[in-house]
């Protein structure tokens, strides 16, 4: 676990340690909930209407056409050149399948 040294305005330590307090856990208990949601919030799945979808559909298609069709090396190069990384530990087996079921189930609606 990572150690960190922060400064607060008094004012917003005493309002973070109230709602701590409220909650009935610690200062860090709390502070490392909080910047969790937080964090999590950026990851969230936000639905959009149709027209929305329709139109980023349109304007990808339209893009798609602008840059041509790549031949099977220039795919190859590119796909060797991407950034690998890590599964987050949160993202469990049942997680992904049930996410690929959306997906799926999403490309069958086309």
């Known amino acids: ?6 400064r607060l305005p008094e004012t917003l330590h005493q309002q973070l340690t109230n709602l701590a307090e409220e909650e009935g ?33 349109q304007n990808f298609d339209n893009l798609v056409a602008q840059l041509g069709k790549a031949d099977e090396n220039e795919i190859e ?3 060797s050149q991407r950034k ?4 987050e530990p949160e993202l469990t087996p049942d ?16």
Not at 84 to 87: G, I, K, L, S, T
């Open 77 to 79: 190069k590119v796909l």
């Open 25 to 57: 856990i610690s200062l860090n208990q709390y502070i490392v909930y909080a910047l969790t949601r937080q964090v999590a919030s950026a990851y969230t799945v936000q639905v959009i209407s149709e027209a929305s979808r329709q139109q980023q559909q």
């Open 95 to 110: 997680i992904v399948n049930r996410l690929k079921t959306l997906i799926q189930n999403q490309n069958y609606k086309k």
């Open 1 to 6: 676990m990572s150690r960190l040294t922060l």
């Open 84 to 87: 690998v990384v890590q599964v």
